[in-house]
T-cell receptor, first 114, second 118 residues
Framework: AQSVTQLGSHVSVSEGALVLLRCNYSSSVPPYLFWYVQYPNQGLQLLLKYTTGATLVKGINGFEAEFKKSETSFHLTKPSAHMSDAAEYFC????????????FGKGTKLSVKP | EAGVAQSPRYKIIEKRQSVAFWCNPI?????LYWYQQILGQGPKLLIQFQNNGVVDDSQLPKDRFSAERLKGVDSTLKIQPAKLEDSAVYLC????????????????FGAGTRLSVL
C-alpha cells in the first residue's frame, strides 16, 4: 500500500527566506508524486508533479521538488518566500496506475512573516 | 477552459437529514473523483468514476453515502442520513487521458462544498 508522510504540520518562515516542506512516501511501485497548494476556501491547485525522467522538477510560482528514490523523499523548496505563498501544501502519491486516485499527506500549513 | 464546478459551496444540516452535492467536471474529462477532506487532514478518496462506471468505491460508506454519474458527465454525491462526523469539505476532481492514450496524470479540483452537520 502507498502512503505519504509530511513532516511538520505548520512551518513558519520570514519573507525572503528559504521554504522547505518535507514529504516522504512509501510505494511498492515506481511512484507518481505531486505537490498541491490550497488557499483558504479554495480547491487544490497543482504545483508540480514527478512521473518519470528528470528527478528535479520545477513547478509554478518558483517552487521545485527533487525526487530522491534512495531517501523515499520528495521535498518541496522555494529559494525566497513571498507573502502570497502562505497556504496549505499537500504532498500526494498516485495509487497504482496512471489514472489512480491520489493518496494525500496530512498537509503542511505555511506561514510567511513580513 | 472552465474548471471543475461544484455546488453548493456551503451547506448546514441537522444530523439524520439528507444532503446532495453536485459536480460538473472539465469538459471531456472521463475520470471523476469525489474526495472527503476533514479539517486538519488531507483529502481522502470516496469514489472514482471512469465515464459512468465506478472504478473504486472501496472507501465509500455505502450504508449512508451514494454517488452517481449517469451520463458520464455530471455527478452527484448524496449522504442519507448524515452524521456529525460527516462534517468536512467534499472535493470533486476530474482528469483525462490524452488522445494518444498517455495519461496526463493531473487531477483538477473544484472549490469544494463545505458541509457542517449539527
Amino acid at each position: 500500500a502507498q502512503s505519504v508522510t509530511q513532516l511538520g504540520s505548520h512551518v513558519s518562515v520570514s519573507e525572503g527566506a528559504l521554504v522547505l516542506l518535507r514529504c516522504n512516501y512509501s510505494s511498492s511501485v515506481p511512484p507518481y508524486l505531486f505537490w498541491y497548494v490550497q488557499y483558504p476556501n479554495q480547491g487544490l491547485q497543482l504545483l508540480l508533479k514527478y512521473t518519470t525522467g528528470a528527478t528535479l522538477v520545477k513547478g509554478i510560482n518558483g517552487f521545485e521538488a527533487e525526487f530522491k528514490k534512495s531517501e523515499t523523499s520528495f521535498h518541496l523548496t522555494k529559494p525566497s518566500a513571498h507573502m502570497s505563498d502562505a497556504a496549505e501544501y499537500f504532498c500526494a502519491v498516485m495509487a497504482g496506475g496512471s489514472q489512480g486516485n491520489l493518496i494525500f499527506g496530512k498537509g503542511t500549513k505555511l506561514s510567511v512573516k513580513p | 477552459e472552465a474548471g471543475v464546478a461544484q455546488s453548493p459551496r456551503y451547506k448546514i444540516i441537522e444530523k439524520r437529514q439528507s444532503v446532495a452535492f453536485w459536480c460538473n467536471p472539465i469538459s471531456g474529462h472521463a475520470t471523476l473523483y469525489w474526495y472527503q477532506q476533514i479539517l486538519g487532514q488531507g483529502p481522502k478518496l470516496l469514489i472514482q468514476f471512469q465515464n459512468n462506471g465506478v472504478v473504486d468505491d472501496s472507501q465509500l460508506p455505502k450504508d449512508r453515502f451514494s454517488a452517481e454519474r449517469l451520463k458520464g458527465v455530471d455527478s452527484t454525491l448524496k449522504i442519507q442520513p448524515a452524521k456529525l462526523e460527516d462534517s468536512a469539505v467534499y472535493l470533486c476532481a476530474s482528469s483525462s487521458l490524452t488522445s494518444g492514450g498517455v495519461s496526463k496524470n493531473i487531477q483538477y479540483f473544484g472549490a469544494g462544498t463545505r458541509l457542517s452537520v449539527l
